[in-house]
């Protein structure tokens, strides 16, 4: 069956969890016809399977901005969701750690933010993190954070599909996007698909999507790999949730860390990987010309600026292409870890980071641009995946139906 002379009111371009949510949510608001392509067989086969499926609490954002909101009730809401579709979670929460008396003043910052956001969390001394987290490291005190749980991506995504076609939403795998056919529709694999409203979520490719638009030509997105390790289950380092150290509150990048799924699995991870291919998940596959060059040319300019002290940055993930240098920094988190500790862990994912071509500053918050007959959500990285479902309800609020 071809898409030949197919219509809908909106068409979603990509079924990841953002995509999903964003059909659902416009089914619910207009009750009209709402068709999501994706190219991949499954939905969810990149950035929204493979991340670590830490639902975050909200300690890291500024208080009265976007991400803070969202993510607060983000969380709120995929609990209950999880909890409602009876999805296994690991509710035990995380702890952020200090490495040195440097980032002190840090944790003391991300706790005043977590007070301001409404978020469960205190400060805690060495004895009660002992008590917590075991095989915890830190310089006097921590950060728990109660609210933080963990669950299986897949499973959600899962779920997500499901409640969507059950609401009518309707969605074609296997379906490329190709290009725009005229004012009002579009060139896929399958056929010509007219649409009155088109809702980019191509994540790893919405930034080439939206510029056929006229859309945020001063934004590129570059590809981060994030490769994780695996514990030994019978590592003495045991993990009950989460072990989080301080992150540079100056850059989008949490560092190395613990996280303990709802299956018993310990992953430690991720590194953020700069890359030469969108989708170069192993060694040179997937890389190609336009790609790297695009990435190498941001890097001389992200070096050469340094803004948010990209360099030390930088360093710190060189580090971590040998396992020996993913050791130290797992090292730093945890009592008793070997290097024979780490095994060979889950699929990489990649992060979808927007830059600004304009001053080369990687871009922290959402960013979600309107074009003709088309809402282009450009930035969705974390905490995406836990504000998923208020998210998806933001960018409708946002879009500018023509009728």
Partial sequence: M???????????VGAGIIGVAIGRALRRRFGSRVLILEKEAQPGMHASGRNSGVLHAGVYYKAGTLKAKLCVEGNRRMREYCASHEIPMNTYGKVIVARTSADLPSLAELHARAQANGVRA?????????????????????L???????????????????????????????????GPAGADAVRTSTGVIRYGHLVNCAGLFADRLAHTFGVGRQYRILPFRGQFYRLRPDAAVQVRGNIYPVPDLRNPFLGVHYTRRPDGVVTVGPSALPLLGRE?????????????????????????????????????????????????????????????????????????????????????????????RSTHVLNAVSPAFTSSLPFAEHVVDLMKVEG
Avoid at 312 to 324: G, I, P, R
């Fill in 122 to 142: 205190e400060l805690i001394d060495e004895r009660q993190l002992a008590e917590i987290e075991p095989c915890a490291r830190t310089i006097e005190r921590a």
């Fill in 144 to 178: 728990y954070v109660k609210d933080t749980a963990v669950v299986d991506p897949r499973q959600v995504m899962e779920a997500m599909v499901a409640d969507a076609r059950r609401e009518g939403v309707d969605l074609r795998f296997g379906c490329t996007w190709q």
């Fill in 2 to 12: 071809t898409a030949e002379g197919t219509s809908c009111d909106f068409l979603v």
């Fill in 280 to 372: 170069q998940y192993r060694g040179l596959a997937g890389a190609n010309v336009s790609d790297a060059v695009t990435m190498m040319g941001f890097l001389v300019r992200l070096f050469g600026r340094n803004r948010d002290h990209f360099r030390s940055l930088a360093w710190k993930e060189l580090v971590k292409l040998s396992q020996a240098g993913f050791f130290r920094e797992a090292d730093g988190l945890g009592v008793g870890l070997q290097k024979g500790d780490l095994l060979p862990g889950k699929e990489p994912g990649i992060r979808a980071q927007l830059v600004d071509a304009r001053t080369a500053e990687l871009l922290n918050d959402f960013v979600v641009e309107r074009g003709p």
